[in-house]
């Protein structure tokens, strides 16, 4: 299968400060997304980003469709407790969906 | 609107029993698919379906068999249980872009 790669595996961060992630990929993808996986419970979706160059928000998250295709980033702001999860990309091209490795978020208030 | 169930939430199962694990998904979705969470792996395809009536292997279908006789349901099964299938198990079913995922079954296999 295709592979996603997701970097930072892991991050400890401080409230209030602000995050930053990404996926690259050896491969072009139509549509990036992003879930956050909450413990004991299903992906949900974040982010669906749709075009190269596209910048989408929702509340103090933004991610970005970079321009190659190929990549995408996910940034959070003022993080708060609740932001803790584990945050993964997906690329999508067709009916099929690749997950990044994912990035597990604390948030140490 | 329940979206996507799946059931059980838990199972542990003998080397060499089968079992099926559950989906069913309330908003006439016609894509359907069955993935198993590792760690450090992320989410990999076991096998997906674009409509009833028809199914196809993902990545890692070794093991698993699925099939899809109305729009609703997908169950997926295990036929014959191995340790390498210890893992979280989540059903998706999407409609475009937007999937949307069971809350998970952890099955472990002793």
């Known amino acids: 299968g295709q592979q996603l790669n997701q970097s930072p595996q892991s991050m400890f961060i401080q409230e209030g400060e602000d995050v930053s992630m990404n996926c690259t990929s050896s491969s072009i993808f139509n549509t990036w997304l992003w879930y956050k996986q909450e413990p004991g419970e299903g992906p949900v979706l974040l982010i669906a980003l749709y075009k190269a160059g596209e910048l989408t928000s929702n509340g103090r998250l933004t991610a970005q469709f970079g321009i190659t295709r190929k990549d995408s980033f996910l940034n959070i702001s003022a993080s708060i407790p609740s932001d803790v999860g584990i945050y993964f990309c997906a690329g999508v091209t067709g009916n099929q969906f690749y997950f990044g490795t994912g990035t597990s978020l604390t948030v140490i208030p | 609107n329940a979206g996507v169930t799946q059931t059980p939430k838990f199972q542990v199962l003998k080397t060499g029993q089968s079992m099926t694990l559950q989906c069913a998904q309330d908003m006439n979705h016609e894509y359907m698919s069955w993935y198993r969470q590792d760690p450090g792996m992320g989410l990999r395809l076991i096998h997906y379906s674009v409509g009833a009536g028809i199914t196809d292997q993902g990545e890692v279908p070794n093991g698993y068999n699925v099939s899809r006789s109305?729009?609703?349901?997908?169950?997926?099964?295990?036929?014959?249980?191995?340790?390498?299938?210890?893992?979280?198990?989540?059903?998706?079913?999407?409609?475009?872009?937007?999937?949307?995922?069971?809350?998970?079954?952890?099955?472990?296999?002793?």
Do not use: N
């Not at chain 2, 997908?74 to 998706?92: D, I, W």
């Open chain 2, 70 to 110: 109305t729009t609703e349901d997908f169950p997926l099964r295990l036929l014959s249980a191995a340790p390498s299938q210890t893992s979280v198990y989540f059903c998706a079913s999407k409609k475009g872009s937007w999937a949307f995922f069971g809350q998970g079954t952890r099955l472990t296999v002793v």
